[in-house]
């Protein structure tokens, strides 16, 4: 899955949903796993309650307003998925 915000960064409801559809899919024995951008203080992966959760840098550089910000988060998923070869 790909979202641009997942826990502990929640901006407004799409951050709950996705952490709940995936955790649910685990819980159905699914691999899953989301990429989403940074947020202070996590680790670039994690695994917790069944998810592997990947994020990618979107602090640096630093966006001038949002079409750039949105740009450079696109820039930074295709790098963590390159960088990962075959896996997100």
Request: aromatic share 10%; net charge negative.
């Amino acid at each position: 899955m790909l979202s641009w915000e997942y826990p502990p960064k929640v901006v407004g409801g799409l951050a709950r949903a996705v952490a709940d559809l995936s955790q649910a899919m685990a819980a159905l024995g699914h691999e899953v796993s989301v990429v989403t951008s940074d947020a202070e203080q996590c680790e670039d992966s994690v695994y917790a309650a069944g998810v592997r959760v990947y994020r990618v840098n979107h602090f640096l550089p630093r966006a001038l307003d949002f079409l750039e910000e949105v740009h450079l988060q696109n820039y930074h998923l295709i790098q963590r998925r390159f960088r990962c070869g075959s896996r997100p």
